[in-house]
């Protein structure tokens, strides 16, 4: 519970300016930033310069350069547009002196429309499944030391994979990815919070489903696995401290490169979101 709590304070940043904000970054045992961390920041930075009855419909960002965790992030919010039912805001990251990350996001007020979704799939509950610490415990003996301290260290999301699997040598398979997830706690009742905390989560997993097909992992010698953009729609209100199911699944690898694509279901169906992401795929 206090690795939640120290991320949803990180995630409420510091303002510096009017918009300029400051944040720091928790170390998950990767050696720089996590990538849902700047992502979840940005859209907070971005949150706090819109009017309350708006609320995050789409966001497209950059990766630009890794973060370092020992130094803070600068977020600076550029208030593009302010129409009668849309907003929109950029928001650059810089540490050093440079851009590490780019994020436009647009904001819309509550509207009634036309509705449809895809179905969600069916699969098991997540109560009947392990965890992926669970999972790492029973191939502790496998594990590379370079995947130990983040395989046990405490998060602030449970996840559970759909299937199972082994995820220190996954076999050749579709590039085909399911997971429950939800917070380690209860969270208040803010619709922003719930936003970018899904944000956050959304990177977790993601690009590597891309590498289902060929057999390799990010940790396996020789390959560099890395964030280059990330893109979500948030279709309506969602509770992150309540189980969502994400379905992700790579239409194609090509040039260094593997896109990856998800949904985002409530646990009784509803599609609260989708995401997408390409990612640098490079075997050296």
Do not use: C
Not at 29 to 58: E, Y
Not at 124 to 130: D, F, G, K
Not at 238 to 265: C, N, Q, Y
Request: hydrophobic share 40%.
């Amino acid at each position: 519970m206090q690795v939640l709590d120290d991320l949803v304070e990180l995630l409420a940043l510091e303002r510096i300016e009017a918009d300029l904000f400051r944040g720091q970054s928790q170390d998950l045992g990767w050696g720089t930033v996590f990538g849902g961390q700047v992502l979840g920041q940005a859209l907070s930075a971005a949150v706090q310069t819109v009017p309350k009855d708006r609320h995050a419909h789409s966001l497209h960002a950059y990766f630009l350069r890794p973060g370092d965790v020992t130094r803070p992030i600068v977020y600076d919010v550029d208030r593009i547009r302010d129409g009668g039912t849309f907003t929109t805001r950029r928001v650059v990251a810089i540490q050093n002196g440079h851009a590490i990350f780019n994020l436009a996001a647009s904001f819309q007020i509550e509207e009634e429309g036309f509705e449809h979704q895809d179905e969600m799939p069916e699969v098991p509950a997540p109560e009947t499944l392990a965890t992926e610490q669970e999972l790492f415990r029973e191939l502790q003996d496998r594990i590379p030391p370079v995947l130990r301290d983040r395989a046990f260290a405490a998060r602030p999301f449970e996840v559970r994979p759909v299937g199972g699997g082994d995820l220190i040598s996954p076999p050749v398979q579709p590039a085909r990815r399911m997971v429950w997830l939800k917070t380690v706690g209860k969270l208040p009742d803010d619709p922003a919070l719930h936003r970018y905390l899904l944000a956050y989560a959304s990177d977790h997993a993601f690009v590597t489903t891309a590498l289902l097909p060929h057999g390799v992992t990010w940790h396996t010698k020789g390959m560099q696995v890395a964030s280059l953009d990330h893109v979500m729609w948030f279709h309506r209100a969602v509770r992150v401290d309540e189980w969502l199911l994400h379905v992700m699944d790579s239409p194609a690898a090509h040039g260094g490169r593997g896109v990856v694509r998800g949904r985002v279901f409530t646990r009784d169906g509803k599609l609260v979101a989708t995401t997408a992401q390409e990612g640098l795929i490079r075997k050296r």
